[in-house]
């Protein structure tokens, strides 16, 4: 089946470390997406990525970064630098040029079933 | 700075009566809009979208209904059911070619028996 895959599922992070979530998708879409979602609230924009080798930062980048060697995958690093790191993460994928080309429109995000990280 | 609101954050529902969820939008230049529900623990999951050019759209259940003139957008679901519990968040996007969304902050529906 196509879909979004993250791992791990839960995460744990002691001060001072960098830790990596992993986001892989076989939907063949060309954009990607990483969300942090807090308790009660809505997703915020950490990164995304329309093309492979090529990402912009979002609405709340410091303390993250970000890899799109692969057309699959989009990893996170949450690094020492994100002095509040406990949240829900969320992967989401869209556009698959090959199968829209020539259209400009927008297509939904999908979502994977998220990372949940804590601190230790 | 503009962004995707709801009205209610939690909204009580009598199983098998019409569920009417709301959100207001203030981007004016906003052309695209979905509409995603989240199960506890679990990512957002696609239900509707909703072009700009288009007032209506109907699926399984569900209706999104879009006025532009008053920047509101609403989610109806039909015969509410226990699985419908869940958070809805709507989203928005401006344009064709940027594909980041705007999300509200949800509204956590609750169905009774």
């Known amino acids: 089946d196509g879909g979004i895959t993250q791992s791990p599922k839960y995460l744990f992070r002691k001060e001072g470390q960098n830790v990596t979530l992993s986001c892989e998708q076989n939907l063949n879409h060309d954009a990607m997406y990483w969300y942090r979602q807090d308790p009660g609230q809505g997703l915020r924009l950490i990164y995304y990525?329309?093309?492979?080798?090529?990402?912009q930062k979002g609405d709340i980048a410091e303390g993250y970064s970000v890899s799109r060697e692969k057309k699959e995958s989009f990893p996170l690093t949450v690094t020492s630098a994100q002095k509040n790191p406990t949240a829900f993460y969320l992967c989401?994928?869209?556009?698959?040029?090959?199968?829209?080309?020539?259209?400009?429109?927008?297509?939904?995000?999908?979502f994977g079933d998220g990372t949940r990280l804590s601190i230790l | 700075g503009e962004s995707v609101g709801l009205h209610l954050p939690t909204l009580s529902v009598q199983e098998g009566d019409n569920s009417i969820i709301n959100c207001a939008y203030s981007n004016s230049a906003s052309d695209y809009f979905i509409w995603y529900k989240q199960e506890s623990g679990k990512g957002p999951q696609f239900i509707i979208d909703?072009?700009?050019?288009?007032d209506k759209r109907q699926g399984q259940r569900v209706t999104v209904l879009l006025n532009k003139t008053v920047k509101h957008l609403s989610l109806q679901i039909a015969a509410t059911q226990p699985g419908d519990s869940a958070v809805y968040f709507c989203a928005e996007n401006i344009g064709p070619n940027d594909y980041k969304l705007s999300f509200g902050a949800g509204t956590t529906v609750t169905v009774r028996a």
């Open positions: 989401a994928s869209s556009i698959d040029s090959d199968r829209d080309r020539g259209l400009l429109s927008n297509q939904p995000q999908h």
């Open positions: 990525s329309q093309i492979v080798n090529d990402f």
């Open positions: 909703i072009r700009s050019n288009m």
